[in-house]
């Protein structure tokens, strides 16, 4: 499996920080069967992030859309849509 990312960031203030952020998803089985899977990938998706800095609280926020097979309906089953969002909220002890 492999996983890169590629992030890039503007620090507004301390805070503040809008970003853009990529990624990317493949599996790689043995043997690959033909035709390829959907959900072994590639899938690579791009999108806006932000950061807000709360001092000992933040909270970071990502929507990526999917770069890969844009034509694609979703189907039952499938591991990855058209749109994906992240938010994680952390506490620095």
Known sequence: MLNPTLAAAYEISPKVQPGIEGWMRV???DP???PRPFNVGPH???GPT???NFGRIWWSNGVYLR???RG???NPGDGFGSVW???IV???L
Do not use: I, N
């Open 27 to 29: 599996e790689f089985p």
């Open 32 to 34: 690959v069967p033909h």
């Open 44 to 46: 690579v998706y791009a």
């Open 50 to 52: 932000l950061l807000l």
């Open 67 to 69: 770069w890969t097979d």
């Open 72 to 74: 694609r309906s979703p």
């Open 85 to 87: 969002a992240r938010s």
């Open 90 to 92: 952390g506490f620095d």
